[in-house]
């Protein structure tokens, strides 16, 4: 096992990935920037070391920096988290190139699945169901209404390199379709330095289902089930719950199987998932893309399945096998995650930086955990995301995970900044959330309209 890994990441994520090696018995080192000196992950691993100024781009982003704390600490491999420099195929090739691993699929096969045009061909080759829609790169507006035209309206326009959101637009007609490219291939262009868009008939309404999947590098491929991340905002998931309301057993192995058939085709190793969007009048499934990491929501399949999903990357990526055989994974019960973020829902979702006065975290009672890196006196800093921590629960049954949530949220006291738990708990509340009735339509359209009248 490793002596030492290095965590190229900061918040929540550093911290879980921290006490996983610390369980494992391997040491830690952890970068910061100056706005992140105080931070937990900092206090918490063996090591820490500071990469840059708060800019993100000079510190969290910095690759030659980060790989030089690696160097001066002696550190084996980095861990990416999620986030940040976790899907960057070029930091993981210099990883290879230094011989410090790099926890997490190789460079070669992230080009292969975060191109989303490369990972539309692959499925198709994988035998795996995509939705209709423009096989290369889209560049212009011209190419885009005449590709359009052909599949049919609605479309969803996505920037081939895209991720976390950006570079997305919903198109219902051709008048809506010149102005949404340009701005779309603009955010796109901005966020990740390539225009590049591509086109497909939009699944609506739909539901986002995403599988867990863990390979190592001796040809063993599993899952771990399902999760259902249909509430979201502007493309950001808000709630996750597993197993899925929305699937039936026939469909579940259908769309697990297809999961574990798109990792082996790849060749994929280490932790990653594959996302689809569910036609429920149809009962049809279609490919939507590969996140390449660890997710943020990575806990409710842990709860569900047993499993430590960061522990098994740290030893697939080691080289050992994964520890568990398909057989020998068994889901019990249902899980739910509520992001904390640190913003005010009633002012457009505003981030809201801060220092916390006061902190209570829910604890107490079997099946409950709180991932954060918070602290009474911990100052947020303005630099980075908002989400300051994630509540997690388990119940024999989903009844029983809605309740014990709804307990959580309602004892969770953060005072110093404005927070969206209140909005949580308005929303696991809400009647058709609690009935299982929502589609990735539901919190924009249905729920938000309702929850800001009443101010």
Known sequence: MFNKILIANRG???????????????????????????????????????????????????????????????????????????ENSK??????????KFIGPSAKVMDMMGDKINARAEMIKAGVPVTPGSEGEVHTTDEAVKIAEEIGYPIMLKASAGGGGKGIRKVTNVEELVPAFEAAQAEAQAAFGNGAMFIERMIFPARHIEVQILADSHGNVIHLGERDCSLQRNNQKVLEESPSVAIGHTLREEITSAA???????????????????DEASGKFYFMEMNTRVQVEHPVTEFVSGVDIVKEQIRVA????????????????????CRINAENPKFNFAPSPGTITNLFLPSGGVG??????????????????????KVIVHGENRFEALMKMQRALLEFDVEGVITNVDFQLELISDPHVVAGDYDTSFLGNVFLPEYLKED
């Open 12 to 86: 929540e994520i550093a911290v879980r990935i921290i006490r996983a090696a610390r369980e494992l018995g391997v040491g830690t080192v952890a970068v910061y920037s100056t706005a992140d000196r105080d931070a937990l992950h900092v206090h918490l691993a063996d090591e820490a070391i500071c990469i840059g100024p708060a800019r993100a781009t000079e510190s969290y982003l910095n690759m030659n920096n980060i790989l030089s704390a690696a160097v001066a600490t002696g550190a084996q491999a980095i861990h990416p988290g999620f986030g940040f420099l976790s």
């Open 91 to 100: 930091f993981a090739r210099l990883c290879e190139e230094m011989n410090i």
């Open 260 to 278: 574990v058939k798109a990792a082996a085709h790849v060749g994929y190793e280490n932790a990653g998932t594959i996302e689809f969007l569910l």
């Open 318 to 337: 080691n080289g050992n096998e994964l520890s568990v055989k398909q057989e020998e994974v068994t889901f019990s019960g249902h899980a739910i995650e």
């Open 368 to 389: 409950l955990r709180v991932d954060s890196a918070m602290y009474s006196g911990y100052s947020i800093p303005p630099y980075y995301d908002s989400m300051i921590a």
